[in-house]
């Protein structure tokens, strides 16, 4: 779906944001290997999403073109802090404001579920994501080390720029 500068202001007010649902699973995994998103075939197999939807049922949003998810941001939060697990816009779609609102949408979520702080995890060599982050106010802690331990066996699903 190649979307021209001319067309793009008009396409943008085509655009419904709503809730996701496990109904919108397919599309936006497919979105999130697209756009180069970090995954594993367990947390984010249709039964962990589906698990992670429950726990947190208003949070997480897609934006839809034409029937088709064209954005998502997958997020939570544990109670006292929020994060954002995955969020991307179709590569066809950028720089239409897609981004920066479901940004709002979910943060406006965590705020009325009382949640101050939020956080998120990028790939150092995710340039794009990074700068877009940066833009959105969220800063880069350097006084901290991000540790992960797996309770299960996974397979990472890298984007290629990591590899």
């Known amino acids: ?35 180069g998103n970090g995954l594993n075939n367990k947390d984010d197999s249709r039964e962990g999403i589906d698990k992670y939807l429950k726990r947190n049922p208003s949070t997480s949003y897609v934006a839809v073109l034409d029937k088709k998810v064209v954005g998502v941001i997958l997020c939570g939060h544990d109670g006292r802090r929020g994060i954002i697990q995955h ?12 981004g920066n609102k479901l940004v709002d949408l979910a943060l406006d979520a965590l705020k009325k579920e009382g949640i101050n702080k939020v956080l998120l995890v990028a790939f150092k060599k995710n340039e794009g ?35």
Do not use: H
């Open 129 to 163: 994501g990074n700068a877009f982050w940066e833009a959105q106010g969220f800063t880069l802690r350097e006084d901290l080390n991000y540790r992960n331990k797996a309770l299960a066996e996974m397979i990472r699903i890298d984007p290629d720029y990591v590899k």
């Open 87 to 98: 969020a991307c816009v179709s590569p066809d779609c950028r720089r239409m404001g897609i």
């Open 1 to 35: 779906m190649e979307i021209n500068s001319n067309e793009r202001k008009k396409v943008k007010n085509m655009i419904e944001y709503r809730i996701m649902t496990i109904d919108d699973y397919e599309e936006a995994y497919e979105l999130w290997i697209r756009c």
